[in-house]
């Protein structure tokens, strides 16, 4: 595996080489442990009706960010991939956190480790993602991506908190790890 993810390539393959891979914000952050891929053509993705306000990054270059409010309560963050004008991403859904712990627990008042980032709302808040993220390349402060030299052995499941193609098995997962927002079966 190549040190640099390609998020010109689709988001199922984005979405798994993303595990293991280490993401940043302002020196906090963590080993990505659970991704999901959204594609245009998957009903359950934001950009599956086409181009709007809301979810315009998603149809932008590749390697951006794109940071939806889930049920107006918490900041999702997503990862831009395919060519431009397509619409698709990875949510990052949990990560172990590895850097800034200490801040991380501050902004989200939890001393458990295993808590502060396992699911998407928690993440954000932990690592102080809002919307004024939403747009910003991946490839530049405040963000920083660290591949490992292999890929991580993943395991792969159906998404969470989804009505629609609730059975497609794009949600990925590190093999054992502990950090996972739920366990896959």
């Not at 390539?9 to 302002?26: H, M, P």
């Not at 910003?136 to 009505?163: C, N, Q, W």
């Amino acid at each position: 595996m190549a040190n640099v993810i390609d998020f010109s390539k689709d988001s199922e393959t984005v979405a798994r080489a993303l595990i293991g891979t280490t993401v940043l914000i302002d020196g906090v952050g963590g080993r990505i442990v659970e991704t999901e891929a959204y594609d245009r053509e998957d009903p359950a993705s934001h950009s599956f009706s086409g181009p709007t306000p809301r979810n315009a990054v998603m149809f932008g270059p590749p390697g951006r960010v794109y940071v939806y409010r889930s049920y107006g309560i918490h900041w999702c963050l997503n990862f831009v991939c395919r060519e431009e004008g397509h619409g698709a991403g990875v949510l990052i859904r949990a990560i172990e956190p590895t850097h800034g712990i200490d801040r991380m627990r501050e902004r989200r008042g939890v001393e458990d480790v295993r808590l502060l980032c396992s699911g998407p709302g928690r993440l954000c808040q932990a690592m102080g993602v809002t919307r004024d993220f939403n747009g910003l390349p991946l490839d530049a402060p405040p963000f920083e991506l660290i591949v490992p030299g292999r890929r991580a052995k993943t395991v792969s499941g159906p998404r969470i908190g989804i009505s629609k193609a609730i059975d497609v098995p794009w949600r990925f997962g590190l093999a054992g790890s502990m950090y996972v927002s739920r366990p896959f079966r």
